[in-house]
């Protein structure tokens, strides 16, 4: 059975370094072809792409935040993380994180998180 | 980037109606394209991915399709627990992006 939980610090202020951990279970990122990504979800609005992380520690940005993205992992203990720098309002949002595998040539977030909210504000 | 444009914006159908919504990618995406159901408060939930294949545990009612740089998500049937929102996403090169949304409510 495969899942996955975001867990973050909930609220934080701007300027500061946003840290999110995806605990995952039912697959591991050393498998081949495995990789896990993080999308983000103002309220009431789209979904937004940030990174993906693959087994082979080989890692995808979304260029529009910049060099604010630092995606990692911890293959023994089953973790995926995520760090924002210099975090302002427009980061408010709900975090989640997918399991994005390979199969076949076809690439896709099957599993997805709960999501954690995270509030940016002074 | 690859751009993909979603509509409509929102749509409301009655029970039994067919439904399509609509992505056009801004640039060749091949198959790499996947289509996600969100319910209120809930996580995305995979429908359709490489175009036209039918996720696991998705009723038959839901079908995907490509003319080109176009792809469709049809709903034959429609019935009240398809209400959500409905996204899709390109997968073909990074950045991944997906289309604004498609408010899907019951008449």
């Known amino acids: 059975q495969v899942t996955l939980k975001e867990s973050g610090p909930g609220i934080l202020q701007p300027s500061q370094t946003l840290s999110l951990t995806c605990t995952f279970s039912g697959f591991s990122l050393s498998t081949y072809g495995m990789g896990v990504g993080w999308i983000r979800q103002p309220s009431g609005k789209g979904l937004e792409w940030l990174a993906n992380i693959w087994w082979d520690d080989d890692k995808y940005y979304n260029p529009s935040l910049k060099n604010r993205l630092t995606i990692s992992k911890d293959t023994s203990n089953n973790q995926a993380f995520l760090k924002i720098t210099n975090v302002d309002t427009a980061d408010t949002a709900t975090y989640y994180c997918?399991?994005?595998?390979?199969?076949?040539?076809?690439?896709?977030?099957?599993?997805w998180g709960q999501g954690v909210m995270v509030t940016v504000s002074s | 980037d690859i751009q993909v444009t979603q509509s409509p914006a929102s749509l409301s159908a009655s029970p039994e109606e067919i439904v399509t919504i609509t992505c056009q990618a801004s640039?060749?995406?091949?198959?790499?394209l996947l289509w996600y159901q969100q319910k209120p408060g809930k996580s995305p939930q995979l429908l359709i991915y490489?175009?036209?294949i039918l996720a696991d545990g998705v009723p038959s009612r839901f079908s995907g399709s490509r003319s080109g740089t176009q792809y469709s998500l049809k709903i034959s049937r429609l019935q009240v627990e398809d209400i959500g929102t409905y996204y899709c996403?390109?997968?073909?090169?990074?950045?991944?992006?997906f289309g604004s949304g498609t408010k899907l409510e019951i008449k």
């Open positions: 996403l390109q997968v073909s090169s990074s950045p991944l992006t």
């Open positions: 640039q060749d995406i091949g198959s790499s």
């Open positions: 997918a399991r994005f595998p390979t199969n076949w040539g076809a690439t896709y977030f099957d599993y």
């Open positions: 490489s175009a036209t």
